[in-house]
C-alpha cells in the first residue's frame, strides 16, 4: 500500500454498525450500567413475586398477566402446530394459570425402559421429541420475549442508561397486546385493570417523551422473562387448577418438580445477564441523542 493511501480512507461514522459493536471503544463503561440495571430488574422482580401472588395486588395486575399467560400459551400454540399437533383446547386465567392442549404428539408405541426394574408413567413411556418440544416451548418463548423487552430498556445512557425509542416500539406491541385479551375476558375486575395498564401506558408514552415508559416495559419483560418462577410458585400456594409446566415436564420426563424449576430459573437468569450485555452493545446513546430520536 503507499505511504499516502492512509490518509485517503474514510473511516465508518461513529453511528455505524462497525462502530456499535467494536470492543476497543473506550466510551464503553458497562459496570455502572449494570448496577443500574441489576438492581432496577431486582426490585421490579420482587414487586411482580409480591404482587402474583397477594389476594389484592393480583387482581390489580390481572391484565398485565392475561398478556403474559397468552403469550406463553401462544408459543406452546405455534410449536404444537409445527409439529403437527391439533389444538383441542385453550386456557387463559390470571389466576388459574394457562393450559394448551395439544393432540397427535406423543408416541403410539410405548417406549421399552433401559431397567427392567423401572416402572414408567404412562406419559413417560409415549413420549416424543414433538411433545418436549412444544412443553419447553412456553417457557423459552416466554424468554425470548422478555429478552426483546429487556434488550429494548437497556440502552447505555449518561443517566438512566435506557433507551427511549426502541421502549416506545415495545409499548405499541404492548398496547396491541393488552387490547387482544379484553375480547374474551369474562369479569369486571379483568376490564378494569387492562383499562388501567393501557391508561398508565398512554400516559407515560406523552409524559417527558416518554422517559419513564422504558420502566413499564423493563416491567413487562421482567414478568416474562422470568414466568417460571410466578408459575411454580403460583401452583405451590395456591393448588391452581392448571398444573405448572415444572410439573409437566415431571410427569412426561421424570425428576422432581423443584429440579425443573431450578433449571429453568438458571437458564431464564442466563437469558437475562445476555439480555443486558445485548443493550450494552447496540443502544449507546448520549441523553441528548435519546430526547432528538424520541
Not at 500500500?1 to 459493536?21: A, K
Not at 425428576?255 to 443493550?279: E, K, M, N, Q, R
Request: aromatic share 12%; with cysteine.
Amino acid at each position: 500500500m503507499p505511504p499516502n493511501t492512509l490518509t485517503n480512507m474514510t473511516f465508518p461514522p461513529q453511528s455505524s454498525p462497525i462502530h456499535i459493536f467494536t470492543t476497543r471503544d473506550p466510551n464503553i463503561s458497562p459496570n455502572t450500567f449494570q448496577t443500574n440495571t441489576v438492581i432496577a430488574a431486582c426490585v421490579m422482580f420482587l414487586a411482580i413475586l409480591i404482587a402474583w401472588n397477594l389476594p389484592v395486588l393480583r387482581e390489580a395486575i390481572s391484565g398485565l398477566k392475561l398478556l403474559t399467560v397468552g403469550l406463553h400459551e401462544l408459543s406452546h400454540l405455534i410449536v404444537g402446530l409445527i409439529c403437527g399437533g391439533q389444538v383441542v383446547s385453550i386456557c387463559i386465567d390470571p389466576n388459574d394459570g394457562g393450559a394448551t392442549h395439544v393432540m397427535g404428539l406423543m408416541r403410539t408405541t410405548p417406549r421399552i425402559p433401559r431397567d427392567p426394574y423401572a416402572f414408567p408413567s404412562f406419559a413417560q413411556t409415549f413420549w416424543s421429541p414433538s411433545a418436549v418440544g412444544t412443553l419447553a416451548a412456553g417457557y423459552i418463548g416466554s424468554s425470548l420475549i422478555g429478552f426483546l423487552f429487556v434488550v429494548s430498556t437497556s440502552g447505555r445512557c449518561t443517566k438512566l442508561m435506557l433507551d427511549i425509542v426502541a421502549s416506545k416500539v415495545c409499548a405499541l406491541v404492548l398496547h396491541i397486546g393488552l387490547l387482544v385479551p379484553i375480547l374474551r375476558a369474562d369479569h369486571w375486575i379483568a376490564y378494569a385493570s387492562i383499562i388501567g395498564c393501557e391508561v398508565i401506558l398512554i400516559g407515560l408514552w406523552f409524559g417527558d417523551h416518554g422517559n419513564a415508559l422504558r420502566f413499564y416495559v423493563l416491567f413487562v419483560g421482567v414478568m416474562n422473562l422470568f414466568y417460571v418462577v410466578w408459575d411454580y410458585v403460583d401452583e405451590r400456594l395456591f393448588d391452581k387448577r392448571n398444573t405448572s409446566d415444572c410439573a409437566q415436564f415431571s410427569e412426561l420426563l421424570g425428576w422432581p418438580t423443584s429440579s425443573w424449576f431450578i433449571f429453568w430459573f438458571v437458564y431464564d437468569s442466563l437469558v437475562f445477564t445476555s439480555a443486558i450485555f445485548a443493550g450494552i452493545c447496540v443502544f449507546r446513546r448520549t441523553d441528548d441523542q435519546m430526547y432528538h430520536e424520541a
